[in-house]
């Protein structure tokens, strides 16, 4: 068995959808990690758009297989309107959609404790998409989690009573003033229940260990900035985004891991709170903001935009052992005089190339390289040969300081806008 990966290298929303639904043709199953709703992968052909949120972005392919591993969280009723909606594209969710045994359910109580724990914290707050991520992974990592497994047991409502009735206990713990209405919300989360069971639940780490003849493609959400362990905590998401997480979120073998795709966008986007060193606050992110459409697909909230943080990358680049680079939404900067590049920081007064434990803007300022522009229209470009000789320079000067060959560059949300080497 030989598996690729792919995953965003800064903080979500780097265009994996795109990529994911691009590079289906060469694979048999494609297959979800970790992260749960919170995640928006678009997909753009002909002339139409879907965002997906748990199912895997190779699904509007025939013949291949999309799989949701153990490493995911489903909330059964965001899933089940996924699935609604795409209901045009006749594909045979029952043939095609599997989902892992042992990944975890969100309940409508752990979306409720998500609220909860953000209202309390105020300013501090994390930006969380409150789909119920943290509470969820929290009661996973504290042996309480409800699995989808769990489902074909008769008497799964008992557990779900029982989780349910101990986290009604924890958001009074909180003291904020949240109005729900749980009835309500458990109707909808029973209904979607019994649509989720008509969907196959398999041993997933079987099922990818006897398909041995198969080429299988990992697909991650968030990025590796929103990593549990080496993203800006707290400002981070609950799961190991990183290549690590794709063989803990499937069970298969770090020696069974073959390429690994790093996308990332030509500059850089945060949606939520947290550190962000390159953020601009100028006409420049105005224009990265407007010109890239830059709102979250999963919130709509505007994301933060600012230049490319190539410190960062690097990092990303080390973390999962990258091995061929993605470049997106290049077509974005068409039309800026200048575009700069953050190769290091000052650190407390010191010119660093690694990224500290503490993000923090009081601590860190970036140092920039600047470039020249370009003012092609790259959407009319049909091949890698043929883009603008100061983007060329841009690219060169990223591979070598990156140390990873640029395979792919994208010049629009379209499949067909994807330029390949
Ligand atoms: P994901 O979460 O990594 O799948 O990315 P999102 O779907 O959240 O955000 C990427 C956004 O950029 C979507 O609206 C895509 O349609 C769009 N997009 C992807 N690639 C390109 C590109 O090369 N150029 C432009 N202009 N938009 C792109
Ligand atoms: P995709 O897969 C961008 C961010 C949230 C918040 C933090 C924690 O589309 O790239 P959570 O809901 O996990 O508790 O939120 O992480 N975040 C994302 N940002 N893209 C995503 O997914 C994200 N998923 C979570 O905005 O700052
Ligand atoms: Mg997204």
Excluded at 158 to 183: A, C, G, Q, S, T
Aim: one cysteine or more; charged letters at 25%.
């Amino acid at each position: 068995m030989k598996v690729d990966l792919l995953l965003g290298l800064q903080w979500g929303d780097e265009g994996k959808g795109k990529i994911v639904d691009v590079l289906t043709s060469k694979y048999d199953i494609i297959a979800r990690f970790q992260g749960g709703p919170n995640a928006g992968h678009t997909l753009v052909f002909n002339n139409k758009k879907y965002v997906l949120h748990t199912i895997p972005s190779g699904i509007f392919h025939k013949n291949k297989i999309n799989l949701i591993g153990n490493g995911v969280v489903i909330d059964p009723v965001i899933l089940c309107k996924e699935i609604l909606n795409i209901k045009n594209e006749n594909i045979k969710i029952s043939e095609t959609l599997l989902i892992s045994k042992k990944a975890h359910l969100i309940l409508p109580t752990h979306r409720i404790l998500d609220a909860a724990s953000e209202m309390s914290k105020g300013k501090n707050k994390i930006g969380s998409t409150l789909k119920g991520i943290g509470p969820t992974y929290m009661d996973k990592t504290g042996r309480n989690g409800f699995r989808v497994g769990e489902l074909e047991n008769k008497k799964w409502k008992d557990k779900y009573v029982e989780l349910r009735d101990k986290h009604i206990e924890l958001i009074k713990f909180f003291k904020v003033n949240l109005n729900f209405n749980l009835k309500k919300l458990e109707e909808e989360f029973f209904q979607s229940v019994d649509e989720l069971k008509k969907i196959d639940f398999v041993d997933s780490e079987n099922f990818l260990f006897e398909a041995n003849d198969k080429k299988i493609l990992a697909e991650g959400a968030q990025g590796s900035l929103l990593d549990i362990d080496f993203g800006t905590y707290p400002y981070v998401t609950s799961s190991n985004t990183t290549a690590a997480g794709a063989c803990t979120g499937l069970g298969i073998s770090p020696n069974s891991v073959n390429q690994v795709f790093g996308i990332f966008k030509a500059y850089t986007t945060r949606v939520g709170s947290g550190p962000f060193p390159t953020e601009l606050f100028d006409s420049y992110g105005e224009r990265m903001s407007k010109v890239g459409n830059e709102f979250g697909a999963t919130t709509g909230r505007p994301r933060r935009c600012g230049w490319l943080d190539l410190v960062a990358l690097k990092y990303a680049c080390r973390v999962n052992g990258v091995s061929k680079l993605m470049m997106m939404k290049t077509d974005v900067l068409s039309g800026f005089d200048k575009v700069l590049v953050c190769t290091n920081y000052n650190y407390k007064g010191k010119i660093i190339d690694y990224l500290p434990y503490d993000l923090s803007e009081s601590s860190l300022k970036p140092v920039y390289k600047e470039f020249k522009g370009w003012s092609e229209d790259l959407r009319q470009i049909d091949s890698f040969e043929n883009l603008p000789k100061n983007l060329n320079y841009y690219i060169k000067f990223l591979e070598k300081e990156l140390e990873v060959p640029i395979v792919i560059v994208s010049v629009g949300p379209d499949r067909k806008e994807t330029l390949f080497r």
